[in-house]
């Protein structure tokens, strides 16, 4: 045996050596000993046969199962000990059949890793009917592995949930068990290893994958438009590989996850775009009209109805909050609180530090053989990862030296200039081996009107940081007009605007999700009910605006018949062009543009133009253009690439593919390429929302024919047009 080897047997022999005398040969028999020796009688269901007494392995004898479960329902035993042989099939609850009623407390020591296992052996003492709800209690020994076991469960608890009602709270799920094993939990996960390549490479990832952008803001459309399996997914991966660390850095990798994950469920929550909970809106909601925003009404109450062709209503209507908002005496409690609690310099004092400490945080970033002063002083020439941590560390020191109990602080978001006097009333500082982590610094503020405070991290602010204005407030001594505005609002009734997507909630999601509206909120009507629906967050936005959803290519087409008979209506006015495109507006991935040609008055036809591009230009990174082919796109539309690159090709220095036909005239061809559109989102112009939910409608009736007329049979079908009276603008000009 080597020398090495023989130390290190010899260490763990004294480990060994070391464990206490009074360490339990059967931990349960010795539970029971105890119990005995204060007056608590138990008993137990396991199956076993052997048990351990007075340093002897005896053989078990007891009474059965059933004798066991009446003694203590009737109050015969205190305790009542079990496994998996007594976690099906009892009753353990306190039921008002029981003799006892005392409230049970149910203490799970080891739970079964079956979820199915688990709630059975959850509902032997938490039962319909019982006269007292059980207290439960977790004994957990907090190392990351056990964690990652009750992360699982409560992963698979959060899906039955949804599965079950659509929530996926779960009156199972262990509040103090950090949810990690989610969409956003991968986002958390990912920015930390990001930033800690040592905690990268030592788990066994490769540096390179992993996207290192230190102002990179939350993108609620990536996170709901994704679902993420937990057992593939990156911080499944990272809790399972953590094995490997020591204890101490395991508890420091969770730290630094967790104060990630909060920092972008708080920045969700500002977006109401939080998948991982429905959120409540506060207060009431008067609902003061509701119209028909795309779908079809049936005219009879029929319940067989699918849920995914019900129609989607637009709901208008005030919110009024009804809690007391915060006085402006309860508002200087608050700011004095906090000057003697968080110090009248705020964070100023770890401003001065992370001064001292950046050349630190900045020396992975440097180019070798390069300083610090010189790469500061020639920040340009520096690369972009220098660059950005710079700028990022400059920010986060910006806001340690000017945050201060009492102050004001201002931010602008979307094009809106920010008066409100939001009063920073507490700071949350983190320990000191977190210090120079922005999620883990916390400010809560106070706004006039609001009944609660607001909590900002700094990681949030610092992606604002270009916005960001400081003005006194309290800070300095009582501000008459400060707080003058603050006893205004709190005798005033607070009541703001409210649009809400509700019937086809499905429909209303991926609305929300196109077009960044908001999340699923349940919100309370002025009698008490509550309701399910999409809040739009954006209050400058009228929903009624965004383009309008074409359901099938036969409102499509019938919509061009309707142009080519001149009765075609856009909003109050007859229309004389109509454009459809699928994808962004902006950037289509298809678009048609039908409208009156320039030989409007030698001819009643229409002139449809038709684009599908072959590449596209898509946002790559740090702002530059990235040019995309789209062969990928006519994978599942074979019919569609033969028509427009085979049968007709024509290449655009443009890189997409350019057609103009004639309707009538080109019926078949434009039939054709609607036929290999069945199944693609086609969205048109807000103002003909009305025409394609009456089209719609009209379609479902059994005269929908005359709709589409001009795609089948001979031309003369189409009604010909009058010879306008003046000329109309081309829409090919």
Aim: net charge neutral; glycine share 6%; proline share 5%.
């Amino acid at each position: 045996m080597s020398e090495e080897i023989a130390t290190r047997a010899a260490a763990i022999e004294a480990m060994i050596a070391d464990l206490p005398a009074s360490l339990p040969a059967s931990p349960l028999d010795d539970l029971q000993t105890k119990l005995a020796a204060h007056g608590l009688r138990s008993g137990e269901i396991s199956g076993r046969q052997l048990v351990y007494r007075d340093g002897q392995i005896l053989r078990r004898s007891a009474p059965s199962r059933r004798e066991i479960v009446d003694a203590f329902n009737a109050g015969d035993l205190d305790v009542l000990i079990y496994n998996q042989a007594g976690a099906t099939g009892g009753s353990y609850h306190a039921a008002p059949e029981f003799q006892d009623q005392r409230p049970r407390t149910l203490i799970e020591m080891e739970t079964p890793l079956d979820i199915i296992k688990y709630i059975q052996a959850q509902g032997r003492s938490n039962r319909y009917g019982q006269v007292a709800r059980p207290r439960i209690v977790s004994v957990m020994t907090g190392l990351i592995p056990e964690m990652r076991i009750l992360q699982q469960r409560n992963c698979k608890l959060r899906s039955m949930g949804a599965s079950v009602d659509g929530n996926r709270s779960h009156p199972l799920l262990l509040d103090d068990i950090p949810d990690l094993l989610n969409i956003v939990g991968d986002r958390a996960t990912c920015n930390v290893l990001a930033g800690h390549q040592d905690l990268t490479r030592r788990l066994g990832f490769q540096s390179h994958l992993i996207k290192d952008d230190p102002q990179q803001t939350v993108d609620e459309s990536d996170i709901l438009g994704r679902s993420s399996n937990s057992t593939h997914s990156i911080a499944n991966k990272v809790l399972s590989r953590s094995i490997v660390l020591p204890a101490s850095e395991q508890t420091r990798l969770i730290s630094l996850i967790r104060y990630e994950f909060d920092a972008i469920v708080e920045e969700l929550d500002s977006k109401d775009a939080n998948p991982l909970k429905t959120r409540e809106l506060p207060g009431e909601v008067e609902i003061r009209a509701s119209t028909l925003y795309s779908g079809i009404e049936s005219l009879d109450d029929s319940h067989d109805t699918s849920a995914f062709f019900s129609p989607l209503y637009l709901a208008t209507g005030i919110h009024q909050y009804t809690e007391r908002p915060i006085s402006s005496e309860e508002l200087q409690h608050l700011v004095r609180q906090s000057q003697i609690r968080d110090g009248a310099d705020g964070f100023a004092p770890r401003a001065d530090w992370l001064v001292q400490t950046m050349p630190k945080h900045l020396q992975t970033y440097q180019r070798p053989g390069v300083t610090y002063s010189e790469a500061v002083r020639t920040i340009d020439d520096q690369p972009y990862r220098f660059r950005r941590k710079y700028q990022h560390l400059q920010a986060f020191h910006h806001l340690l030296s000017n945050i201060k109990p009492g102050r004001v602080i201002h931010f602008d978001e979307e094009d809106h200039t920010d008066t409100t006097l939001r009063t920073i009333v507490r700071l949350v500082s983190p320990e000191p081996k977190y210090a120079a982590m922005p999620q883990a610094y916390k400010i809560h503020t106070v706004s006039p009107g609001h009944a609660q405070a607001e909590v900002f991290s700094l990681s949030r602010l610092i992606n604002m940081s270009a916005t960001i204005r400081f003005a006194t407030g309290l800070n300095v001594g009582d501000n008459p007009r400060h707080l003058e505005d603050f006893s205004h609002q709190s005798t005033s009734e607070r009541k703001t605007p409210i649009q809400i997507l509700t019937g086809n909630l499905l429909e209303a999601i991926e609305l929300a999700k196109n077009n960044r509206l908001g999340s699923m909120s349940l919100y309370r009507d002025s009698c008490g009910r509550m309701h399910r629906g999409i809040v739009v967050r954006k209050r400058n936005i009228d929903v009624r605006i965004l383009p309008a959803t074409i359901p099938t290519t036969e409102t499509a087409k019938s919509l061009i018949s309707l142009l080519a008979q001149d009765v075609l209506m856009a909003g109050d006015q007859r229309a004389d062009r109509i454009l459809f495109w699928s994808g962004e507006r902006n950037n289509p991935d298809i678009w048609l543009r039908i409208g009156q040609g320039r030989d409007y008055h030698h001819t009643n036809e229409l002139v449809v133009e038709l684009s599908i591009p072959y590449a596209k230009y898509t946002s790559g990174r740090h702002g530059s253009s990235v040019k995309r082919k789209l062969t990928g796109y006519y994978a599942d539309k074979p019919e569609l690439h033969e028509l427009m690159w085979v049968t007709h090709y024509e290449p655009h220095k443009h890189g997409f593919a350019l057609r103009r036909y004639h309707f009538p005239r080109d019926r078949e061809i434009l039939g054709r390429f609607f036929d290999c559109l069945k199944g693609v989102r086609l969205m048109t112009d807000s103002a003909f929302r009305d025409a394609v939910n009456r089209v719609s409608s009209e379609l479902e009736q059994p005269c929908a024919g005359q709709l589409l007329a001009g795609w089948d049979g001979p031309e003369s079908q189409t009604p010909t047009q009058s010879a306008p009276t003046q000329s109309r603008i081309s829409l090919l000009d």
